[in-house]
């Protein structure tokens, strides 16, 4: 499998799926605000999102294996220009965004990419390493780096604002 860089991932088209291997970022909604107001009183950022993939979840833990599937995306809508602008080349989640999330992605060429929910199960044999990278205290709801390998994604929104269309 090809690695999965921004060049690689502006070839794919909405509707097309593919198995992705290598890291992740997990964030959610109180990462996110973390991460902006670090950055505001610090002055720089407590990791580097350049060349990221942020996955949009929310572990639960099992004897030390972490579970995990998609959150809904449309929440992180209003982060979206800020991690995009810091370097990130795509995001996952689950569920539609809103326009002004459509045309970000076209702005900054970082495709929309969503994992299968409801099967956090399946998802979690997936990952072959975490470690927690930021904001630890924030349980749940830190920044974790995952690696994994054949994680399975479909583009819902690839990086000229075409949509994945359902039926229905």
């Known amino acids: ?5 921004k060049i690689a991932l502006c070839d794919l088209k909405a509707g097309e799926s593919f198995y992705y291997s290598g890291t992740l970022l997990v964030m959610r909604d109180a990462a996110h605000k973390r991460i902006i107001e670090e950055e505001r009183e610090t002055g720089k950022l407590p990791i580097s ?24 995306s449309k929440r992180m809508d209003k982060f979206l220009e800020y991690t995009l602008s810091k370097g990130v080349i795509a995001t996952i989640g689950k569920g539609e965004r809103m326009q ?3 045309e970000t992605i076209k702005k900054y060429k970082a ?12 998802l979690s044999e997936k990952i072959l390493d ?3 990278v930021a904001f630890e205290e924030l349980g749940p709801e830190a920044i974790y780096e995952i690696t994994v390998k054949d994680f399975p994604l479909v583009v819902a929104i690839d990086c ?3 949509l994945l269309r359902q039926n229905g």
Do not use: H, Q
């Not at 499998?1 to 860089?5: G, I, P, Q, S, Y």
């Open 130 to 132: 975490w470690k927690i």
């Open 100 to 102: 002004e999330a459509i």
């Open 1 to 5: 499998m090809r690695r999965m860089d």
């Open 49 to 72: 999102l350049y060349g990221k993939i942020i996955f949009y979840a929310g572990p639960t833990f099992s004897n030390g294996r972490m579970i995990i599937g998609p959150t809904t």
């Open 160 to 162: 000229n604002g075409n």
């Open 111 to 122: 495709p929309y990419l969503v994992a299968p929910s409801g099967c956090a199960a399946y």
